[in-house]
Structures are given as structure tokens and as C-alpha cells.
């Protein structure tokens, strides 16, 4: 429990000095593929709650796997609702990634979602994080304080980006490309220039409120992670585990 709150400080003290924190992504859900990702050098993973197949109840054993590794689990939640920051994080998830914030006070309610009173009003009980009370007393500091990342996905959380960025208890923002471009009618159409200029202006907002801002490189490319570092990316999600292994995997790749 106490090294786990290590690693949340750790992640934090980077960020603030601004260094990178690279982790992943996985959609599959066994715990053999948590192991593997969790032993492989990354600060974070976070498990697909939005768009993978994975239930609440395999939450444990992943999260399990991923710390086998000594890497921090965190959820990308379906949705920022209370139930579902509840159910990730007394599960044991050291953090949440929350899809579609919309604005400040949608962020607001989120982390208020996220912690044990007296920050926020999240329910107090026994639970996997705490080792079912056993680790009680420890939990409490966490449960305070866990990792949140907002992802801004949408034109209209850009409208609001500068309040976003100033609701106390935020981490980092993380952009999603994809939504982002489709709030635009312009789907993964990454080289269109307005896509390209509200790219800009959300890393801008970002650095200049001194909130890392953060993007999902989703091609296993160490050029493109390298890339996007330069342009002043700091919280980096690198590829996702089924597309790791779909580009290992393509026999046409080996030229016959």
C-alpha cells in the first residue's frame, strides 16, 4: 500500500519536473498479458474500461499482474460517473483516466467521484484496494489523492480548457486524437490543419497552466514516442496491447 503511494508521488514529481511518464495500454483481458505489460519497464498501464472487453470483476487479477512488475494500474474509465470510479478504484486501480470530460464542472464532480471524504464523496469501506481493511488506515492517504488524467476528446472541452485546467485535484490531461478529430467531422484525419492547430492550442493552454498535457501514441512507434516528446508531450501512452501484438503478428510482414 505504502509503496503504491510511492509510485503516485514518484509519477508526480516527474511530471512537476518536467520529465515524461510513459506507460500503456491494454484492451485484452488476461492476466498473462498484465503480467508481461507490467514487467516491461513502463511508469503506468492502464486497463480499457471504454472500448475494451473488460468486466469490473477482472479488475483484481489484472491489476494484480500489472504489479507483479512493480507498474502502476490505472483505469480508463467507460464513463465519469460514481459508480465507475467507485468500482476501478476498490479495485485497485492507483488512478483514473476519464474519457469525454466536458467541462470544469463535469471534471470537478469526477474527482470529487474519486476520493474518500473529506476531499471528495466517494464511499469509505473495505475493499480489494485496502486489502479488505486489513490495510485501512494505510489506504486512507491514497484515497485522497489518486492519479487523475482528463481526457479531452471534444471542441467543446477545448472552449473550456483553460477552466479545466484549474480544477484542483487534476494530474494531467490526455488528449484523444481520434474523438477529438471526429468532434471536428474530420475522423483520423490527423494532417488536416485545423486539426492540427487545436492540437497545438490544447498542448499551449497545457504548458502554460503548468499541467502536463499527454497523448496516445497507438502505433508501437519508438520515432513517433520520440516525436511527439519533442513537441513538449510529457503523460505518453505508448501503443496498446492487441495492436502490439498485431503488428508482431503479421505473417505478410516477413515477405512471403
Not at 486497463?47 to 512488475?69: C, N, T, W, Y
Not at 520520440?226 to 503479421?250: C, N, P, T
Amino acid at each position: 500500500m505504502k509503496d503504491k503511494i510511492k509510485k503516485i508521488s514518484h509519477i508526480r514529481q516527474k511530471l512537476k519536473d518536467g520529465k515524461n511518464s510513459i506507460g500503456s495500454w491494454m484492451q485484452i483481458p488476461h492476466a498473462s498479458i498484465a503480467e508481461i505489460m507490467g514487467d516491461s519497464g513502463y511508469d503506468w498501464v492502464a486497463i480499457d474500461l471504454e472500448h475494451g472487453s473488460i468486466s469490473v470483476q477482472q479488475l483484481p487479477d489484472l491489476f494484480r499482474a500489472i504489479e507483479l512488475g512493480g507498474t502502476l494500474p490505472l483505469a480508463r474509465l467507460a464513463e465519469g460517473k460514481l459508480k465507475d470510479c467507485k468500482h476501478a478504484l476498490d479495485a485497485g486501480a492507483a488512478g483514473v483516466i476519464v474519457p469525454m470530460i466536458e467541462n470544469a464542472e463535469h471534471l470537478a464532480s469526477v474527482v470529487s467521484y474519486c476520493c474518500w471524504p473529506a476531499t471528495g464523496k466517494r464511499g469509505v469501506g473495505f475493499s480489494r484496494a485496502n486489502l479488505f481493511g486489513k490495510y485501512f488506515d494505510d489506504y486512507k492517504k491514497e484515497a485522497q489523492a489518486p492519479l487523475i488524467v482528463a481526457m479531452i476528446e471534444n471542441v467543446s472541452a477545448v472552449k473550456d480548457l483553460d477552466s479545466i485546467l484549474k480544477v484542483e485535484g487534476l494530474d494531467a490531461i490526455l488528449i484523444g486524437p481520434y474523438d477529438l478529430s471526429a468532434s471536428l467531422n474530420k475522423t483520423a484525419q490527423f494532417d488536416d490543419p485545423e486539426f492540427k492547430h487545436l492540437m497545438s492550442q490544447i498542448l499551449l493552454s497545457a504548458q502554460k497552466a503548468k499541467i502536463p498535457c499527454g497523448i496516445h501514441v497507438v502505433e508501437p512507434s519508438r520515432e513517433q514516442l520520440e516525436s511527439r516528446i519533442l513537441e513538449g508531450y510529457q503523460f505518453l501512452a505508448f501503443s496498446i496491447d492487441a495492436v502490439m501484438l498485431q503488428k508482431a503478428a503479421q505473417f505478410n510482414q516477413l515477405g512471403n
